[in-house]
């Protein structure tokens, strides 16, 4: 299980803080379906995912990251029990989506390069650090139903 | 796997820029690389890690210089980079899933660093090249 010090858990609460999550979810989905094309096939009823720019301006796929990223909100809220937290998600995701659990870590990963981009020199390493912690943490947590 | 001419392209013309400021961003990314995985310290037990060590710049320097070497020869990555891939199979011996880091935590960088040019796009032909990179350095370890 993940632990978080008291200084990762309020890095990561300061920065979630100025995330707009609505933005960043719907990039952050639409980068992982543009840099990991094979991911799209989870996401055959969206419509035109043909380019990179029909992806990221595709509105189920802005829908459906912000709902993905409001997740996270939880998770955050949560630090300590992020399996309880997500123990309905993880269910959903392994017994009916069928998502190979590689995914969750390919996603947390965007989600770390969509942060960086949108908070530049704030994102320090140590900031990075403790975020790594909480998508690997949120990743364990989605794939815990599957063993 | 192989780069599209777009791909090409695209990877050209970030590393112009990044290469204006070579040794700030491969110190970055090394430092990104101690501080979220910090079990790649296994390979460096002769360096001082800390953030401002000139041991860290000049290895994140030389590291990112290998991926102009690389950039440069775009249409033949594998001649490029024949004596790294050797030092990291027969010498080195770095486990294959810390390339994965590194690339990671590179892309992270040039993310901050160049946030309205890291476009989708560019962070897809980056990772793809990065991940050919990662190919070629393993491609001779057994």
């Given at each position: 299980m993940v632990h978080f010090t008291s200084e990762e858990k309020s890095i990561v609460s300061a920065l979630w803080g100025k995330v707009n999550v609505e933005e960043m979810g719907g990039e952050t989905l639409?980068?992982?379906?543009?840099?990991?094309?094979?991911?799209?096939?989870?996401?055959?009823?969206?419509?035109?995912?043909?380019?990179?720019?029909?992806?990221?301006?595709?509105?189920k796929v802005k829908a459906h990251g912000k709902k993905v990223l409001t997740s996270f909100g939880e998770a955050i809220k949560n630090l300590d029990n992020l399996k309880g937290t997500f123990a309905k998600l993880s269910e959903l995701h392994c017994d009916k989506l069928h998502v190979d659990p590689e995914n969750f870590r390919?996603?947390?990963?965007?989600?770390?390069?969509?942060?960086?981009?949108?908070?530049?020199?704030?994102?320090?390493?140590?900031?990075?650090?403790?975020?790594?912690?909480?998508?690997?943490?949120?990743?364990?947590a989605l794939a815990h139903k599957y063993h | 796997m192989s780069l599209t001419k777009s791909e090409r392209a695209v990877i050209m013309s970030i590393w112009d820029k990044m290469s204006t400021q070579a040794d700030a961003i491969g110190t970055e990314t090394l430092e990104r690389l101690f501080s979220s995985y910090l079990q790649t310290k296994t390979y460096f037990p002769h360096f001082d890690l800390h953030p401002g060590s000139p041991q860290l710049r000049e290895h994140g320097s030389k590291v990112v210089a290998a991926l102009g070497d690389a950039v440069k020869n775009i249409n033949n990555v594998e001649v490029a980079l024949t004596r790294l891939s050797e030092l990291h199979a027969y010498i080195l011996r770095v486990d294959p899933v810390n390339f994965k880091l590194l690339s990671h935590c590179l892309l992270v960088t040039l993310a901050a660093h160049f946030p309205a040019d890291f476009t989708a796009e560019v962070h897809a032909a980056w990772d793809k090249f990065m991940s050919l990179v990662s190919s070629i350095l393993t491609e001779k370890y057994r």
């Open positions: 639409g980068r992982l379906l543009v840099v990991y094309p094979w991911t799209q096939r989870f996401f055959d009823s969206f419509g035109n995912l043909s380019s990179p720019s029909a992806i990221m301006g595709n509105p390919l996603l947390g990963n965007v989600l770390v390069i969509v942060l960086a981009t949108h908070f530049g020199k704030e994102f320090t390493p140590d900031v990075q650090s403790a975020w790594q912690k909480l998508v690997s943490g949120v990743a364990i | -």
